[in-house]
Structures are given as structure tokens and as C-alpha cells.
């Protein structure tokens, strides 16, 4: 178990880094980076990783920002030990690289996870929220486990499955107008599929001008232009927590 994170504010305001708030730990057959509020909580979230892992500083700090907003933090492994991708790895072999690495085939982590979270940390409300790799995993726990109760989707990569729009949870999806991975018309028809079959709450927000991985940005990425969207998505997403948990 962590120790219990050194109080900070509980809001965006002015502060873009919140790093190193947490510890690794142990949970199942995964490590996982665990940060705790300062006041004890029975709020707990599950922060997912982009394909670059689990212990990427960048998703580190939004586990950190969790905590500092009153929830108790779980960033997993879900690649379960396997080599995260690299941005020096040859990118004609990333298809071969994703296959043993699926967003949708965590069913035993995320089981891990939530039994740890209830047990063991007292989470009696559990959400999710998730970059890239993780953004679609958040979208998969969102279609899969009723018992979380919020999901936060950010630019996760659009499947093309009819089994993809029934939601279970109220699921945020946050994506970049210049995302060069996921274009637009494929926002637009997740939108259309979702007004269609999706009868629990669900909101589709496009931030102009920013590409992917704006949100969870180190730091030091980040300039003037970009920071009001970037506080802006991750206020939109405090407030998407807040409002189902």
C-alpha cells in the first residue's frame, strides 16, 4: 500500500505537473503506480496507459492529478510485464508489436484491479480514464463492467463494431481536431452510432487545433496555445468524475 500523498489543492489552476505522488505496488499478478489522496476516499480511479506503458511520467500525472482531486489513483500494467512500445522501435513493426497487447483483452487485470480497489482500498465508486491504448480500453470497461460508474475516453481509437455503442457507463470521449491518427469523420460516426443505441449519458468533445496526447502532456510540451485546451480537457474531465461518482 502507498503511503498517504502530500495534501495539494484540489483543483487545476496554474499547476501542469503533478508528478511523483505515488508509489509502485503490487496488486495480483501486476505492478501498478498507486497514489492516495490526502483525505481518506472511497472514490477510486483506474488510470490506463497509452501504448508507451504504465510508467510513462505523462500518465503518472494525471494518476497524481486524480489523487490531488480527492480519488484514490491506480495506474496498472496492462501489458503485464511485456515490453511497453518505445518511440526508437521500428514503427513498420507496430501492428505485429499490438497483437499480444489488445485494449480489449484485460478482462483478468481489470478483475485484479477492481476486487483490490474494493477490498483493499475501500473504493465504493470506481471510474476509469484513459490515453491512446488506454483510451480505448476505457471505452471497452465502459461497454463491459456496470460497476464503473464514470469512464473518461481520451483520444482512444475508433473500432468499427456494432457491439461498441450500447455503453453500461457514462463514458466522456475527449478527442484532438488535428489528430492525425484519428480523423474526423470517424469522431463524427462514433457520435452518430452512440446517439443511435447509447442509453446512458455520453458526451463527444473535440478541442481545436490539438493533436494526440494533448491532454496528458508533460510539462515542459506544453506552450501558451496549447495549455487553456489542455486545462480545459482535463477540468471536463474532473467534472465528468465528479458528476457520476
Not at 452512440?194 to 506552450?223: A, M, S, W
Request: with cysteine.
Amino acid at each position: 500500500m502507498a503511503n498517504e500523498a502530500k495534501p495539494c489543492p484540489c483543483e487545476i489552476g496554474d499547476r501542469m505537473d503533478y508528478g511523483g505522488l505515488g508509489q509502485e505496488v503490487q496488486i495480483g499478478h501486476i505492478k501498478a503506480y498507486l497514489v492516495k489522496p490526502s483525505a481518506e476516499s472511497d472514490k477510486a480511479v483506474i488510470v490506463i496507459q497509452d501504448i508507451y506503458g504504465w510508467q510513462l511520467p505523462n500518465t503518472r500525472y494525471m494518476a497524481d492529478m486524480l489523487a490531488a482531486n480527492g480519488y484514490i489513483a491506480v495506474c496498472p500494467d496492462f501489458f503485464d510485464g511485456k515490453e511497453p512500445w518505445s518511440s526508437s522501435h521500428d514503427w513498420s513493426k507496430f501492428q505485429e508489436w499490438l497483437e499480444e497487447k489488445k485494449p480489449t483483452n484485460i478482462t483478468k487485470e481489470v478483475d485484479v484491479v477492481l476486487r483490490f480497489l474494493k477490498e483493499q482500498c475501500g473504493a465504493n465508486h470506481i471510474g476509469a480514464v484513459g490515453f491512446c491504448w488506454g483510451g480505448i480500453a476505457t471505452h471497452y470497461l465502459a461497454l463491459q463492467y456496470p460497476e464503473v460508474k464514470a469512464a473518461v475516453s481520451v483520444y482512444g481509437i475508433i473500432r468499427e463494431k456494432e457491439d461498441s455503442y450500447e455503453l453500461k457507463s457514462p463514458t466522456l470521449f475527449i478527442f484532438g481536431e488535428k489528430d492525425v491518427i484519428i480523423p474526423l469523420d470517424q469522431v463524427s460516426a462514433l457520435e452518430a452510432k452512440l446517439k443511435e443505441k447509447c442509453t446512458v449519458d455520453y458526451q463527444v468533445k473535440i478541442f481545436p487545433g490539438q493533436t494526440h496526447g494533448f491532454v496528458h502532456r508533460k510539462r515542459e510540451d506544453i506552450n501558451p496555445t496549447d495549455k487553456p485546451s489542455i486545462q480545459s480537457a482535463r477540468t471536463d474531465m474532473l467534472n465528468w468524475l465528479s458528476k457520476y461518482m
